[in-house]
């Protein structure tokens, strides 16, 4: 899972400055990917960190809501609203397609670990969370 988010947030941080310049001042696409690598990098922490089902359910909303914005903007012209700019690219480069592949891997592996905790005893959940009987 944390592979899947360190692409997300690599390729992000990567291109982030080529995406600024049609919005300079403005939030911009780059400022938006900016915002998308550091959630993804905040996400993969949380889940080194904790492995808690809200650290799951936030690296889902990250990967599955990269993803999302992703397909969205690449099959649909969505026109410029409020703040955010018009961000229609309806092409697939290397960068792209790497990234696409490690949100869906990211919300499968997300799902998949949601699933699981909740099938898992609550003893054992309470015990891999180091707040079973007596523990505060």
Partial sequence: MTAALGVDAVVHFQLAPGYQGAAPDG???GNLF???AS???IA???IILRGSRPAWLLALAVTGGGLAA???YRYVDVPAFGPFPAMYEP???PEKTLTAWAQAAGVL?????????R????SRRRHSTGHGPGQR
Avoid: D, K, N
């Fill in 91 to 93: 092409l697939w480069y």
């Fill in 39 to 41: 959630a993804a990098v």
């Fill in 44 to 46: 993969a922490l949380y």
């Fill in 70 to 72: 992703l397909l969205l």
């Fill in 119 to 122: 099938r898992m005893p609550s």
């Fill in 34 to 36: 900016i915002a998308e």
């Fill in 27 to 29: 939030i911009g696409q």
């Fill in 109 to 117: 592996l997300a799902s998949a670990a949601l699933t699981i905790h």
